[in-house]
T-cell receptor, first 112, second 114 residues
Framework: QKEVEQNSGPLSVPEGAIASLNCTYS??????FFWYRQYSGKSPELIMF????GDKEDGRFTAQLNKASQYVSLLIRDSQPSDSATYLC????????????FGAGTILRVKS | DAGVTQSPTHLIKTRGQHVTLRCSPI?????VSWYQQVLGQGPQFIFQ???????GRGNFPDRFSARQFPNYSSELNVNALLLGDSALYLC?????????????FGAGTRLSVL
Protein backbone atom coordinates (compact mmCIF):
# COMPACT_ATOMS: atom_id res chain seq x y z
CA GLN A 1 0.00 0.00 0.00
CA LYS A 2 1.34 3.40 -0.99
CA GLU A 3 1.69 5.92 1.82
CA VAL A 4 -0.33 8.59 0.00
CA GLU A 5 -2.72 7.63 -2.76
CA GLN A 6 -4.40 9.83 -5.33
CA ASN A 7 -6.38 9.07 -8.46
CA SER A 8 -4.01 9.94 -11.29
CA GLY A 9 -6.82 11.20 -13.54
CA PRO A 10 -7.06 13.07 -15.71
CA LEU A 11 -10.10 14.63 -14.12
CA SER A 12 -11.93 16.72 -16.69
CA VAL A 13 -14.45 19.35 -15.62
CA PRO A 14 -16.15 22.14 -17.58
CA GLU A 15 -15.31 25.76 -16.81
CA GLY A 16 -17.34 27.03 -13.86
CA ALA A 17 -17.89 23.58 -12.35
CA ILE A 18 -16.64 22.22 -9.03
CA ALA A 19 -13.55 20.00 -9.20
CA SER A 20 -13.18 17.45 -6.41
CA LEU A 21 -9.77 15.93 -5.75
CA ASN A 22 -9.25 13.14 -3.24
CA CYS A 23 -6.34 11.69 -1.29
CA THR A 24 -5.94 8.89 1.26
CA TYR A 25 -2.96 8.32 3.51
CA SER A 26 -1.70 5.41 5.60
CA UNK A 27 0.26 7.01 8.49
CA UNK A 28 -2.21 7.59 11.35
CA UNK A 29 0.43 9.72 13.07
CA UNK A 30 0.31 12.37 10.36
CA UNK A 31 -0.89 15.74 11.61
CA UNK A 32 -0.37 18.12 8.71
CA PHE A 33 -1.81 17.94 5.23
CA PHE A 34 -0.98 20.02 2.20
CA TRP A 35 -2.18 20.53 -1.34
CA TYR A 36 0.33 21.73 -3.91
CA ARG A 37 -0.40 22.70 -7.50
CA GLN A 38 2.20 21.93 -10.16
CA TYR A 39 2.05 23.25 -13.68
CA SER A 40 3.85 21.25 -16.35
CA GLY A 41 7.60 21.85 -16.16
CA LYS A 42 7.31 23.96 -12.99
CA SER A 43 7.82 23.34 -9.30
CA PRO A 44 5.05 22.67 -6.75
CA GLU A 45 3.22 25.70 -5.37
CA LEU A 46 1.36 25.52 -2.06
CA ILE A 47 -2.34 26.28 -2.35
CA MET A 48 -3.85 24.91 0.89
CA PHE A 49 -2.86 23.36 4.20
CA UNK A 50 -5.05 21.86 6.92
CA UNK A 51 -4.27 20.50 10.36
CA UNK A 52 -7.67 19.88 11.98
CA UNK A 53 -10.64 17.74 11.07
CA GLY A 54 -13.29 19.55 9.08
CA ASP A 55 -13.27 22.11 6.31
CA LYS A 56 -10.95 25.02 5.60
CA GLU A 57 -11.86 27.56 2.95
CA ASP A 58 -9.63 30.02 1.10
CA GLY A 59 -11.20 31.79 -1.84
CA ARG A 60 -12.32 29.23 -4.41
CA PHE A 61 -10.50 26.41 -2.59
CA THR A 62 -11.79 24.25 0.25
CA ALA A 63 -9.72 21.56 1.93
CA GLN A 64 -11.49 18.83 3.88
CA LEU A 65 -9.85 16.52 6.40
CA ASN A 66 -11.19 13.36 8.05
CA LYS A 67 -8.47 11.81 10.19
CA ALA A 68 -10.63 8.86 11.25
CA SER A 69 -11.03 7.86 7.61
CA GLN A 70 -7.48 9.03 6.73
CA TYR A 71 -8.91 11.09 3.92
CA VAL A 72 -8.14 14.54 2.58
CA SER A 73 -9.88 16.31 -0.25
CA LEU A 74 -9.64 19.55 -2.19
CA LEU A 75 -12.62 21.27 -3.78
CA ILE A 76 -12.12 23.94 -6.41
CA ARG A 77 -15.22 26.03 -7.06
CA ASP A 78 -15.85 27.94 -10.29
CA SER A 79 -13.04 26.06 -12.00
CA GLN A 80 -11.05 28.07 -14.55
CA PRO A 81 -8.86 26.88 -17.45
CA SER A 82 -5.90 28.31 -15.49
CA ASP A 83 -6.61 25.69 -12.78
CA SER A 84 -5.53 22.97 -15.23
CA ALA A 85 -2.49 21.43 -13.55
CA THR A 86 -1.37 18.46 -11.47
CA TYR A 87 -2.51 18.61 -7.85
CA LEU A 88 -0.23 16.96 -5.32
CA CYS A 89 -1.43 15.82 -1.91
CA UNK A 90 1.32 15.81 0.74
CA UNK A 91 1.29 14.48 4.30
CA UNK A 92 3.88 15.02 7.02
CA UNK A 93 5.74 11.98 8.29
CA UNK A 94 9.06 10.92 9.80
CA UNK A 95 10.63 11.04 13.26
CA UNK A 96 10.28 14.80 13.56
CA UNK A 97 7.18 15.01 11.41
CA UNK A 98 9.24 17.04 9.04
CA UNK A 99 9.24 14.85 5.97
CA UNK A 100 6.60 15.43 3.32
CA UNK A 101 5.27 12.31 1.63
CA PHE A 102 3.59 13.07 -1.67
CA GLY A 103 1.03 11.26 -3.72
CA ALA A 104 1.66 10.85 -7.43
CA GLY A 105 -0.75 13.68 -8.18
CA THR A 106 -4.08 14.11 -9.96
CA ILE A 107 -4.12 15.79 -13.36
CA LEU A 108 -6.98 18.30 -13.61
CA ARG A 109 -8.20 19.59 -16.94
CA VAL A 110 -10.72 22.44 -17.03
CA LYS A 111 -12.40 22.73 -20.41
CA SER A 112 -13.63 26.12 -21.63
CA ASP B 1 11.40 39.02 -0.67
CA ALA B 2 13.23 36.48 -2.79
CA GLY B 3 11.89 32.97 -2.77
CA VAL B 4 13.91 29.78 -2.70
CA THR B 5 16.63 29.96 -5.33
CA GLN B 6 18.28 26.96 -6.92
CA SER B 7 21.20 26.65 -9.29
CA PRO B 8 21.81 25.59 -11.92
CA THR B 9 18.39 25.36 -13.61
CA HIS B 10 19.46 22.66 -16.03
CA LEU B 11 22.36 20.24 -16.05
CA ILE B 12 23.50 17.51 -18.40
CA LYS B 13 25.95 14.91 -17.13
CA THR B 14 27.17 11.49 -18.23
CA ARG B 15 27.03 8.27 -16.26
CA GLY B 16 29.66 8.00 -13.53
CA GLN B 17 30.11 11.74 -13.14
CA HIS B 18 29.48 13.77 -10.02
CA VAL B 19 27.05 16.68 -9.62
CA THR B 20 26.53 19.45 -7.05
CA LEU B 21 23.23 21.28 -6.79
CA ARG B 22 22.82 24.44 -4.76
CA CYS B 23 19.95 26.03 -2.86
CA SER B 24 19.42 29.29 -1.00
CA PRO B 25 16.41 29.37 1.33
CA ILE B 26 13.93 32.16 1.90
CA UNK B 27 15.36 34.80 4.24
CA UNK B 28 14.60 33.81 7.83
CA UNK B 29 14.16 30.13 7.02
CA UNK B 30 16.59 27.81 8.78
CA UNK B 31 15.54 24.47 7.30
CA VAL B 32 16.22 23.11 3.84
CA SER B 33 14.83 19.90 2.38
CA TRP B 34 15.72 18.15 -0.87
CA TYR B 35 13.33 16.14 -3.02
CA GLN B 36 13.70 14.17 -6.24
CA GLN B 37 10.82 14.18 -8.71
CA VAL B 38 10.81 11.69 -11.55
CA LEU B 39 8.43 12.36 -14.44
CA GLY B 40 4.90 11.30 -13.62
CA GLN B 41 5.52 10.87 -9.90
CA GLY B 42 5.29 13.04 -6.82
CA PRO B 43 8.44 14.41 -5.18
CA GLN B 44 10.40 11.91 -3.07
CA PHE B 45 12.12 13.09 0.12
CA ILE B 46 15.93 12.88 0.09
CA PHE B 47 17.22 14.95 3.03
CA GLN B 48 16.31 17.65 5.51
CA UNK B 49 18.79 19.93 7.25
CA UNK B 50 18.15 22.33 10.11
CA UNK B 51 20.82 24.52 11.67
CA UNK B 52 23.47 22.55 9.73
CA UNK B 53 22.36 19.23 11.17
CA UNK B 54 20.71 16.41 9.25
CA UNK B 55 17.14 15.96 10.51
CA GLY B 56 15.93 13.33 8.09
CA ARG B 57 17.06 11.06 5.30
CA GLY B 58 14.94 9.33 2.72
CA ASN B 59 15.47 5.96 1.08
CA PHE B 60 18.30 6.96 -1.24
CA PRO B 61 21.73 5.34 -1.68
CA ASP B 62 24.90 6.69 -0.10
CA ARG B 63 25.81 8.24 -3.45
CA PHE B 64 23.53 11.06 -2.34
CA SER B 65 24.84 13.45 0.28
CA ALA B 66 24.09 16.97 1.40
CA ARG B 67 25.22 19.68 3.75
CA GLN B 68 24.00 23.02 5.06
CA PHE B 69 26.18 26.06 5.54
CA PRO B 70 26.14 28.70 8.33
CA ASN B 71 24.09 31.02 6.09
CA TYR B 72 21.49 28.19 5.78
CA SER B 73 22.18 27.58 2.10
CA SER B 74 22.62 23.98 1.11
CA GLU B 75 24.28 21.68 -1.40
CA LEU B 76 23.13 18.30 -2.67
CA ASN B 77 25.86 16.07 -4.05
CA VAL B 78 25.33 12.98 -6.15
CA ASN B 79 28.28 10.72 -7.00
CA ALA B 80 28.63 8.03 -9.66
CA LEU B 81 25.58 9.21 -11.59
CA LEU B 82 23.22 6.63 -13.04
CA LEU B 83 20.70 7.06 -15.83
CA GLY B 84 17.97 6.67 -13.22
CA ASP B 85 19.17 9.82 -11.44
CA SER B 86 17.68 11.90 -14.24
CA ALA B 87 14.96 13.93 -12.54
CA LEU B 88 13.87 17.32 -11.28
CA TYR B 89 15.63 18.06 -8.00
CA LEU B 90 13.65 20.33 -5.75
CA CYS B 91 14.80 22.30 -2.75
CA UNK B 92 12.27 23.47 -0.18
CA UNK B 93 12.79 25.82 2.73
CA UNK B 94 10.83 26.26 5.94
CA UNK B 95 11.23 28.22 9.17
CA UNK B 96 11.61 25.11 11.32
CA UNK B 97 11.24 21.41 11.20
CA UNK B 98 7.94 20.60 12.89
CA UNK B 99 5.20 19.12 10.75
CA UNK B 100 3.24 22.36 10.70
CA UNK B 101 6.08 24.26 9.08
CA UNK B 102 5.18 24.98 5.51
CA UNK B 103 7.75 24.03 2.92
CA UNK B 104 8.17 26.38 -0.02
CA PHE B 105 9.77 25.03 -3.16
CA GLY B 106 12.33 26.54 -5.48
CA ALA B 107 12.10 26.27 -9.26
CA GLY B 108 14.21 23.13 -9.25
CA THR B 109 17.25 21.81 -11.09
CA ARG B 110 16.53 19.52 -14.00
CA LEU B 111 19.29 16.91 -14.24
CA SER B 112 19.71 14.78 -17.32
CA VAL B 113 22.16 11.86 -17.14
CA LEU B 114 23.24 10.49 -20.53
Amino acid sequence: QKEVEQNSGPLSVPEGAIASLNCTYSDRGSQSFFWYRQYSGKSPELIMFIYSNGDKEDGRFTAQLNKASQYVSLLIRDSQPSDSATYLCAVNSGEYGNKLVFGAGTILRVKS
Amino acid sequence: DAGVTQSPTHLIKTRGQHVTLRCSPISGHKSVSWYQQVLGQGPQFIFQYYEKEERGRGNFPDRFSARQFPNYSSELNVNALLLGDSALYLCASSRGTSGQNIQYFGAGTRLSVL
